[in-house]
């Protein structure tokens, strides 16, 4: 079955540094993909990052980066000098196949980051 | 852009009661998924609708069932509320079963 393990339940930084957030994946499927959702306090899912397994070239988007090692099984994500607006909840996710003939999101447990002025 | 549109955002309930929850998907998509997350957890799989068929179910009670309509908007009814019915539920939809899901706003229901 598929699983995303964040192992790191709360991150507290203080503003300007930089924080890794860890994700490590399980899966039987060839072909899935995985994401990194932004939670505020407010509630709602901000979309940050989808990448196909296919595709392991690390990418970079203005302050965030994810590093994906399909060796490890790993997709981690950076912010580049924290800012308190970056406190929140993260998740990771992976598309898992379905029985049903669709495809599901499972997530790990979140990563809390609190960024501190 | 248009989104995933949610009705209504909040809802408060007091237990046994029934709640129905909507879901508008972003036009022209087919498919429509249902998350449940609890408070401090991650969103789990409820159901997900394909064509207006139901493609998959993941841990959804069975005081609980869904449906999408012929205008692929879906509806999740919850019966026999319970306290532990309480979290936020959101609703995603993509264009064809594999496609990247865009996630709704959610509904906050409170069961007291």
Sequence with gaps: A???????????VVEKEDVT??????TRDT???????????????????RRNSFDEQNEISGRYSWN???ST???NFTITASQVVDSAVYFCALSASTQGGSEKLVFGKG???TVNP | AAGVIQSPRHLIKEKRETATLKCYPIPRHDTVYWYQQGPGQDPQFLISFYEKMQSDKGSIPDRFSAQQFSDYHSELNMSSLELGDSALYFCASSLG????????????????
């Design chain 1, 21 to 26: 957030l860890d994700c490590v994946y399980e």
């Design chain 1, 73 to 75: 099984s790993s997709f």
């Design chain 1, 31 to 49: 072909t899935y993909y995985l994401f990194w959702y932004k939670q505020p306090p407010s509630g709602e899912l901000v979309f940050l990052i």
């Design chain 1, 111 to 113: 990563t809390k980051l």
């Design chain 2, 97 to 112: 079963a594999y496609n990247e899901q865009f996630f709704g706003p959610g509904t906050r229901l409170t069961v007291l």
């Design chain 1, 68 to 70: 994906f090692q399909k």
């Design chain 1, 2 to 12: 598929q699983k995303v393990t964040q192992a790191q339940t709360e991150i507290s």
